[in-house]
């Protein structure tokens, strides 16, 4: 049975190993999804993550997408004999036909982008086709559902910003996929609302 799977957090997780002087192989690490696991599990269609944490010191973003996606685009090159990046649906059908499993490259954390549109922009250029508002802190965009250490309330009364309607507007142009995980129950409804294109919810429960 061919799997598609649309979230992973393989990139920052690759990502903190190199900062830590420890890198590891994409070909078979300790992580849930290495090369040997993708094959192993026949699977079709693997979404890789530029997972930012907004909070975390020192750490700009911006920079943080960006070496992310330069993991992505180093795994691409280096296993492009079972792996090939996947940019539209024709993609998927031709890695298939031959042989290879197709990685997409998706945005878990839209305030990596600080408001600018021109960064969605670029960021759509370099392969990104999927894209959460938020992740777990509010920004330029959108609230989240709840926020860490804090009380476990679902938020229903924040959603997007003015600046997040405009992204989700971008973003249907782009054709990148708004991705509703990790966003407040109200922001869930503003895109619901307001999308004219289909969205996702990658990782995420009903609520």
Request: aromatic share 8%.
């Amino acid at each position: 049975m061919k799997v598609f799977d649309l979230h992973c957090d393989t990139l920052s997780e690759l990502r903190y190993a190199e900062e830590a002087g420890q890198p590891k192989s994409f070909a078979e690490n300790d992580l849930q999804i290495d090369l040997k696991k993708l094959q192993k599990g026949d699977y079709m269609l693997q979404c890789f993550a530029a997972f930012v944490n907004l909070a975390r010191p020192g750490q700009d973003p911006l920079v943080a997408a960006l070496e992310e996606i330069d993991i992505f685009k180093r795994i691409m090159a280096k296993y492009s004999d079972f792996i090939a990046p996947v940019y539209q649906p024709e993609d998927l059908r031709k890695n298939a036909e031959a042989g290879k499993i197709s990685g997409m490259l998706t945005i878990e954390e839209g305030g990596c982008c600080k408001g600018s549109l021109g960064v969605l922009r670029r960021l759509q250029e370099l392969g990104v086709r999927m894209m959460t508002l938020t992740w777990n802190y509010p920004n330029e965009l959108a609230a989240p559902n709840a926020n860490p250490g804090g009380p476990l309330v679902a938020n229903t009364e924040t959603g997007l910003t003015e600046q997040g309607f405009a992204f989700l507007e971008e973003m249907e142009k782009l054709h990148i996929t708004a991705d509703v995980s990790h966003l407040s129950d109200k922001g869930f409804w503003d895109i619901a609302n307001h999308s004219t294109r289909p969205f996702a919810a990658s990782h995420s429960n009903c609520r």
